[in-house]
T-cell receptor, first 112, second 112 residues
Framework: NAGVTQTPKFQVLKTGQSMTLQCAQD?????MSWYRQDPGMGLRLIHY???????DQGEVPNGYNVSRSTTEDFPLRLLSAAPSQTSVYFC???????????FGPGTRLTVL | TQLLEQSPQFLSIQEGENLTVYCNSS?????LQWYRQEPGEGPVLLVT?????EVKKLKRLTFQFGDARKDSSLHITAAQPGDTGLYLC????????????FGKGTRLHILP
């Protein structure tokens, strides 16, 4: 039982490049979400999903896309990276909106 | 907009001392969670409090939910270096259409 896994652990991009952050969970959770964590800003919700085929925007969705084709996977796509997207990204899953959230180990992204 | 204010932002104390950190809001929450995050890892749930006035103990950690369900505190007795980390509170709004809200955290450093 691996819980929530994220890849890559670290990534450096140039402005304008695109990439996908991968997230997978093996707990059969319906609810998955993506957060970014910046110094002094706490965890901010980017996008979330309440089940396969259903996604919605969170607090800071601009510049990011998501899809949920399976229960297990919830990738986050950066369409055209900007320095403001330099952050640590966490994926989380839970059995319900307000239930315990299980976080992945994070991806540290730097955009030059 | 519902907010959770955590205080203090930073706390550095000697091993063996007691401490209390706070999570306050002007809004009522249906439940409140406390997470601890260690460097390079994702947050991990410590406890969920649901009932106003509820007190939960986890070894040397005591969590209390305010009577009005607007605030919570975490008290650590005889702090140890292993308690070092970022402590985050997260509130579940009464309106089930709203998303869980995270505070910005208290960064705790226990000096040996």
């Amino acid at each position: 039982n691996a819980g929530v896994t994220q890849t890559p652990k670290f990534q450096v991009l140039k402005t304008g490049q695109s990439m996908t952050l991968q997230c997978a969970q093996d707990m059969n959770h319906e609810y998955m979400s993506w957060y970014r964590q910046d110094p002094g800003m706490g965890l901010r919700l980017i996008h979330y999903s309440v089940g396969a085929g259903i996604t919605d925007q969170g607090e800071v969705p601009n510049g990011y896309n998501v899809s949920r084709s399976t229960t297990e996977d919830f990738p986050l796509r950066l369409l055209s990276a900007a320095p403001s997207q330099t952050s640590v990204y966490f994926c989380a899953s839970s059995s319900g909106t307000y239930d315990t959230q299980y976080f992945g180990p994070g991806t540290r992204l730097t955009v030059l | 907009t519902q907010l959770l204010e955590q205080s203090p932002q930073f706390l550095s104390i000697q091993e063996g001392e007691n401490l209390t950190v706070y999570c306050n809001s002007s809004s009522v929450f249906s439940s409140l969670q406390w997470y601890r995050q260690e460097p390079g890892e994702g947050p991990v749930l410590l406890v969920t409090v649901v009932t106003g006035g509820e007190v939960k103990k986890l070894k040397r950690l005591t969590f209390q939910f305010g009577d009005a369900r607007k605030d919570s505190s975490l008290h650590i007795t005889a702090a140890q270096p292993g308690d070092t980390g970022l402590y985050l509170c997260a509130g579940a709004p009464q309106n089930r259409d709203d998303k869980i809200i995270f505070g910005k955290g208290t960064r705790l450093h226990i000096l040996p």
